[in-house]
């Protein structure tokens, strides 16, 4: 990591300053865990990463600085907080190169120290791997800021997949739905897609809309209508407890880029996320959703079409149904693939093959495959999520 200026590293340190002003002296923290303590360590590979520490002012003389690695204990006091449920990763497979720094006199900064992770071999899809590295003291004359004793390196591994690019021509409708009495009366709803828009119709186009998951005049997931812009996400409608309500989101998407998007109904509100982001909420029910109702007779539950068109010219992968709402950390730490069996998830499409009948298979076991209507969709090789 790079050293950081003075000025610079005053206006990072600010907020850290303020808090060890109230504690009677200047102290020592991790590099970047001035506003939380965790930091996303992005690997396809082994890879490795530099950690430094720093402190609140200049060092009058070589400071040293001694560190070390986690328990899961650690881990389980910070998921116990924070609504996470990391774990770390499999023993063995991530080390640090030295169990000391030095902030050297008249410095702010500290020598770097290597964090690393030497292999993926035994590391599973749909776990959340954290490292927590420890500062465990200093013969300095600073103290340790406590808020930042512990840095948490969160390892977000990419996942390379395969999409499948509807083009504006193809849906998939999963039929099993109005067979089944489960899905008609959901108290809650969470609905998940990751989607790259190849293009959106024209702003004269009537009504223009881009559907993405759900059902016509139920509860859908879509992009466009007539009185919004072509590109902005809308839930429209969602008729819970029998009441119409419309939630659209602030933003508006470009093509060819990969997002994940996400609708919430909790109970009492619906909200859009945006890659892990908060970007509209508005109150709704309180009711049930009935999945099991078609009231427009286009087949149900549909992905990338609906009302016998509105098709989505883009590519679709890692889509989601659940029956309870997820919280913005769930979201965030699944973004890339979740655990099957995981609690309240009633279908998961990878869209990411096919099975010999053509249908994409619902990774829950639940049986609820989804089905093309026709041939003319293509695979997108070489998906890196996150991307």
């Known amino acids: 990591m790079k050293k950081i200026g003075l000025l610079t590293m005053m206006m990072l340190l600010c907020f850290s300053a303020c808090k060890e002003s109230e504690a009677g002296g200047d102290v020592i923290l991790f590099t970047g865990t001035e506003s939380q303590p965790r930091v996303t360590f992005t690997i396809e590979n082994p890879q490795d990463m530099g950690i430094t520490v720093s402190a609140t002012d ?3 003389r070589d400071t040293k600085v001694t560190l070390a690695l986690g328990t899961q204990a650690d881990l389980d006091a910070y998921n116990a907080q924070t609504g996470r449920s990391y774990q770390l990763p499999p023993e063995g497979s991530y080390y640090l190169n030295s169990n000391e720094t030095v902030i050297k006199a008249g410095q702010y900064v500290s020598e770097t120290v290597v964090f690393g992770v030497g292999s993926l071999d035994e590391f599973k899809e749909g776990v959340s791997y954290c490292v927590p590295v420890m500062i465990t003291g200093t013969d300095g004359d600073m103290g340790i800021l406590e808020a930042s004793r512990i840095m948490y390196v969160a390892i977000n591994r990419t996942i390379v997949s395969r ?8 849906g998939f409708n999963v039929p099993k739905f109005l067979e089944d009495a489960s899905v008609s009366a959901l108290n809650q709803v969470t609905m998940e897609i990751r989607v790259r ?21 139920n509860f859908l997931f879509r992009f466009g209508d007539i009185s919004i812009e072509k590109n902005q996400l809308q839930v429209a409608p969602a008729i819970i407890g029998g009441k119409k309500y419309f939630v659209t989101g602030n933003t508006r998407y470009t093509t060819g880029q990969w997002h994940q998007v996400v609708c919430v109904y909790n109970g009492s509100s619906v909200s859009i996320y945006v890659d892990g982001v908060l970007d509209v909420s508005f109150s709704a029910g309180p009711g049930t959703v009935n999945l099991q109702d078609d009231p427009m007779g286009f087949g149900g539950f549909w992905f990338g079409k609906s009302c016998g068109g509105r098709y989505l010219d883009g590519a679709i992968a890692e889509a989601r149904l659940w029956s309870r709402a997820l919280t913005m950390t769930e979201i965030q730490d699944n973004a890339c693939y979740v655990d099957p069996a995981s609690e309240g998830l009633i279908g998961y499409w990878r869209f990411n093959e096919v099975q010999e009948d053509g249908s994409v298979r619902d990774e829950t076991g639940h049986g609820y495959d989804a089905i093309p209507d026709s041939k003319s969709y293509t695979w997108i090789e070489e998906v890196r999520c996150p991307n």
């Open 197 to 217: 828009v190849n293009s959106f119709p024209p702003e004269y186009a009537n009504p223009g809309i881009s559907s993405l998951m759900g059902i016509e005049e």
């Open 58 to 60: 200049r060092v009058e």
């Open 163 to 170: 999409a499948v690019d509807l083009h504006g021509r193809c």
